[in-house]
Structure formats: C-alpha cells, structure tokens
C-alpha cells in the first residue's frame, strides 16, 4: 500500500510559477513509477507528466512540454512537479499518482493522491 499527499496548490497569475509536492508513505517509493495527472471542471483527467523509478526517464503531455518538469527524490519519498510560465487552461486540480508500471492512463495506476487545486488568473 502506498498513501500519497500531495501539497502546494494555489492561485496565481498567468506567466507565474508554482512547485506541487507529493509525499509517499511507505518504505518501496523507488519502486513505483509516479505520474502527475490533473482534472479541470467538467472535464476527465488528465495525464501531465510521469517519471521513471530511477528518475532517469520522463514523459509529458504536449500542453506542458518545456514548461512543467517532473522530478523526484527517493530518500525524502516525494516527487515534485514544477510548474512555469502558468497559463489559465492549467487550471485544475492536480493529483500524483503512482504504480509499478506506471504510463499515461489514468486506469494504470493503482494509487492516487487526494489531489490540490491550482487555479491560473489571466
């Protein structure tokens, strides 16, 4: 079992900067995959960017390529999302996520944060 928490959601304005952690319980974080999803309103969710066990492979979805960087540190068990140049379709509730296979589809990942909400002002 792994529980994940994320933290540092917000509200700031477009071209601004926010860094989203998760933290994992547990003593096999570096065992798992870790994938930040996000679901805006009305909408499904959404993959945003994934990271390998070894920290050495990522993915991200086009929307944030070259803006978003995932990354993770396996002794403090947490995995960050740094997110720059902010813009109002970013706005969503984000979630981390992990797996031991991990991906881009939500239905592959067997655990989830309770998600923070990131909110972009034009």
């Known amino acids: 079992q792994v529980q994940l928490v994320e933290s540092g959601g917000g509200l700031v304005q477009a071209g601004g900067s926010l860094r989203l952690s998760c933290v994992a319980s547990?003593?096999?974080?570096?065992?798992?995959?870790l994938g930040w999803f996000r679901q805006a309103p009305g909408k499904e969710r959404e993959f945003v960017a994934g990271?390998?066990?070894?920290?050495?492979?990522?993915i991200y979805a086009d929307s944030v390529k070259g803006r978003f960087t995932i990354s993770r540190d396996n002794a403090k068990n947490t995995v960050y999302l740094q997110m720059s140049s902010l813009k109002p379709e970013d706005t969503a509730v984000y979630f981390c996520?992990?797996?031991?296979?991990?991906?881009?589809?939500?239905?592959?990942?067997?655990?989830w944060g309770q998600g923070t909400q990131v909110t972009v002002s034009s």
């Open positions: 990271l390998s066990q070894s920290g050495g492979g990522t």
């Open positions: 996520a992990a797996d031991l296979r991990g991906g881009t589809m939500t239905a592959w990942y067997d655990y």
């Open positions: 547990g003593r096999t974080f570096s065992s798992y995959f």
